[in-house]
C-alpha cells in the first residue's frame, strides 16, 4: 500500500530468489475494483489515510480477483487468501456468532509460498 510497485516487485523478487521453494510470505494489500470502491469503509478508510497521513500516499494495490496471477508472475502460490469477509469471519467472530468489528472492503491478507 505504501510501497511503489517496484519496491513490491524487487523485495518479492529478492524474496523468489534467494529463497528455497516452500518458503513462505504473508502480506496485506489493497484490493480495487469498482465494485469495491463503493462497499464497506472504503471511503472513510480513504478520508481518514488523507487526514492523518498526508505524507504517506496510497501506491500500491491488486486489482481484485488477480492475487493469484499476480504472484504466480514472481515465483510464488497462493496458500491462503482473505478478503475483508473472510477476516472478519476467522477472525473477528465472537463465541456467541456475532461480528466484533468490520474490516474495509478492500482490506486483504495473502500468504504465499515459493515455487
Same mark, same amino acid.
Given at each position: *500500500?505504501?510501497?511503489?510497485?517496484?519496491?513490491?516487485?524487487?523485495?518479492?523478487? $529478492? !524474496? /523468489? *530468489?534467494?529463497?528455497?521453494?516452500? /518458503?513462505?510470505?504473508?502480506?496485506?494489500?489493497?484490493?480495487?475494483?469498482?465494485?469495491?470502491?463503493?462497499?464497506?469503509?472504503?471511503?472513510?478508510?480513504?478520508?481518514?489515510?488523507?487526514?492523518? *497521513?498526508?505524507?504517506?500516499?496510497?501506491?500500491?494495490? !491488486?486489482?481484485?480477483?488477480?492475487?493469484?496471477?499476480?504472484?504466480? /508472475?514472481?515465483?510464488?502460490?497462493?496458500?491462503?487468501?482473505?478478503?475483508?469477509?473472510?477476516?472478519?469471519?476467522?477472525?473477528?467472530?465472537?463465541?456467541?456468532?456475532? $461480528?466484533?468489528?468490520?474490516?474495509?472492503?478492500? $482490506? /486483504?491478507?495473502?500468504?504465499?509460498?515459493?515455487?
Amino acid at each position: *500500500m505504501y510501497l511503489s510497485p517496484e519496491a513490491v516487485d524487487a523485495t518479492l523478487g $529478492c !524474496i /523468489s *530468489m534467494y529463497s528455497p521453494p516452500g /518458503s513462505a510470505i504473508g502480506f496485506d494489500y489493497h484490493a480495487f475494483s469498482p465494485v469495491i470502491a463503493d462497499a464497506h469503509g472504503v471511503r472513510e478508510l480513504r478520508a481518514f489515510h488523507r487526514a492523518h *497521513m498526508p505524507g504517506e500516499p496510497l501506491r500500491f494495490g !491488486i486489482q481484485e480477483g488477480e492475487i493469484g496471477a499476480f504472484l504466480a /508472475s514472481r515465483g510464488f502460490e497462493v496458500l491462503d487468501h482473505l478478503r475483508a469477509e473472510d477476516i472478519e469471519r476467522r477472525h473477528l467472530t465472537l463465541r456467541d456468532g456475532s $461480528c466484533a468489528g468490520k474490516v474495509p472492503a478492500l $482490506c /486483504s491478507i495473502v500468504y504465499a509460498g515459493v515455487i
